[in-house]
């Protein structure tokens, strides 16, 4: 299995401009989850999928849309990129029933 | 007031020290606790779950005090490959955001020969 996996793992943008971010899981978990990770900041929750079909906000969703696409792939869309986004993305997800939840390696985000 | 608080050190210990890590959480109602680890630029992964009579394993033990919503870890005997940034998790497992954690902003621990 490979977990959780992310594309793309950099990416640079330019103000304005849009990009999504794909995560897919392949151990049939029914929870999904976007993190984003700021130094001194912690990760702070964007967007979670409790299952396919549902999304709810989380602590910090501005400036970010997603999309559950199906069980397993879960993406994060930003439509119009700003220098306050640059940061590092995590996706996750979770089994039902149990609580760790298991990340993909992270997008490494730069906007100028 | 956040809902996880952590020193974020750092912690710079030799090989076969003994050293502890604390946080507190803000929601008394918190449901379950959690103790992640995260290598340079790596993702975060599960050290241990934290239970409320303690729990030991190997070298790492946690403790949880409900009364003063504390969280500790202690590493004993250091190795280098302890080096890491261990975050604070918490479930305040309220309702709709079952499932949804919170995490500390991590403390970093760096272990030299």
């Known amino acids: 299995n490979a977990g959780v996996t992310q594309t793309p793992k950099f990416q640079v943008l330019k103000t304005g401009q849009s990009m999504t971010l794909q995560c897919a899981q392949d151990m049939n978990h029914n929870s999904m989850y976007w993190y984003r990770q700021d130094p001194g900041m912690g990760l702070r929750l964007i967007y979670y999928?409790?299952?396919?079909?549902?999304?709810d906000k989380g602590e910090v969703p501005n400036g970010y849309n997603v999309s559950r696409l199906n069980k397993r792939e879960f993406s994060l869309r930003l439509e119009s990129a700003a220098p306050s986004q640059t940061s590092v993305y995590f996706c996750?997800?979770?089994?039902?029933?149990?609580?760790?939840?298991?990340f993909g390696p992270g997008t490494r985000l730069l906007v100028l | 007031r956040k809902e996880v608080e952590q020193d974020p050190g750092p912690f710079n210990v030799p090989e076969g020290a003994t050293v502890a890590f604390n946080c507190t959480y803000s929601?008394?109602?918190?449901?379950?606790f959690f103790w992640y680890r995260q290598d340079c630029r790596k993702e975060p992964k599960l050290l241990m779950s934290v239970y409320s009579s303690g729990n030991e394993d190997g070298r790492f033990t946690a403790q949880l005090n409900r009364a003063s919503q504390y969280i500790s870890l202690l590493i004993r005997d250091s190795k280098l490959s302890d080096s890491a940034t261990y975050l604070c998790v918490v479930n305040p497992g309220r309702g709709s955001t079952l499932g949804r954690l919170y995490f500390g902003r991590g403390t970093q621990l760096t272990v030299w020969p």
């Open positions: 999928s409790a299952s396919e079909g549902t999304t």
């Open positions: 996750a997800s979770r089994r039902q029933g149990q609580e760790t939840q298991y």
């Open positions: 929601n008394s109602a918190s449901q379950s």
